[in-house]
């Protein structure tokens, strides 16, 4: 079957880096995204990769290995805002997308 | 205002009620999608539609029905709602030209049924 597994909840402090993984098994892969959903709202995109190695936006980072069907997001300098669920997703062989339940992070000050 | 938005935004209703939620955006894209979220669940797929003639099952299809009125709505219905389907329902979007394939999503619509 095809599943996506995460932690359930993380707790960092502000200022510094935390990396939530994510590992996936699915039938083909086109693709993992990375979504952040702040409480009560909409999720919204944060990366997508598709080949391996590192992508870097600003303090936010994503890593994959399509070998070992995992990823993690790396987030640096972390703000209070960054407070949030990060969901994984990964796309299957028909342009699918299976969700991971997200992972809560907490930022403690 | 918000580019996908969804209505209404809170509704109670009692076992065995028909409801809509209806979605439209001002995106121009032509796909669109319902998804339902449950806590300590992921998204899951309700239906899906890539262009107005185009209307897919996703996994969770049964006890669901939609219509795509137009390229930029896209209503959900439960026909006879049950408990069950209480959940946060969103809406999203995406555009076929698109590199990463991006959900825009509407900012939900969270349905309890009694």
């Known amino acids: 079957g095809q599943n996506i597994d995460q932690p359930t909840e993380m707790t960092a402090t502000e200022g510094a880096i935390v990396q939530i993984n994510c590992t996936y098994q699915t039938s083909g892969f086109n693709g993992l995204f990375w979504y952040q959903q702040h409480a009560g709202e909409a999720p919204t995109f944060l990366s997508y990769?598709?080949l391996d190695g590192l992508e870097e936006k600003g303090r936010f980072s994503s890593f994959l290995s399509r070998s070992k069907g995992y990823s993690y997001l790396l987030l640096k300098e972390l703000q209070m805002k960054d407070s949030a669920s990060y969901l994984c997703?990964?796309?299957?062989?028909?342009?699918?997308?299976?969700w991971g339940a997200g992972t809560k992070l907490i930022i403690k000050p | 205002d918000a580019d996908v938005t969804q209505t209404p935004r809170n509704r109670i209703t009692k076992t065995g009620k028909r409801i809509m939620l209806e979605c439209s955006q001002t995106?121009?894209?032509?796909?669109m999608y319902w998804y339902r979220q449950d806590p300590g669940l992921g998204l899951q797929l309700i239906y899906y539609s890539f262009d107005v003639k185009d209307i897919n099952k996703g996994e969770i299809s049964d006890g669901y029905s939609v219509s795509r009125q137009a390229q930029a709505k896209f209503s959900l219905s439960l026909e006879s709602a049950i408990p069950n389907q209480t959940a946060l329902y969103f809406c999203?979007?995406?555009?076929?030209?698109?590199?990463?394939?991006?959900?825009?999503f509407g900012e939900g619509s969270r349905l309890t049924v009694l």
């Open positions: 995106k121009g894209h032509d796909r």
């Open positions: 999203a979007t995406s555009d076929h030209r698109s590199d990463t394939g991006e959900l825009f």
């Open positions: 997703a990964a796309m299957d062989s028909n342009y699918q997308l299976i």
């Open positions: 990769n598709v």
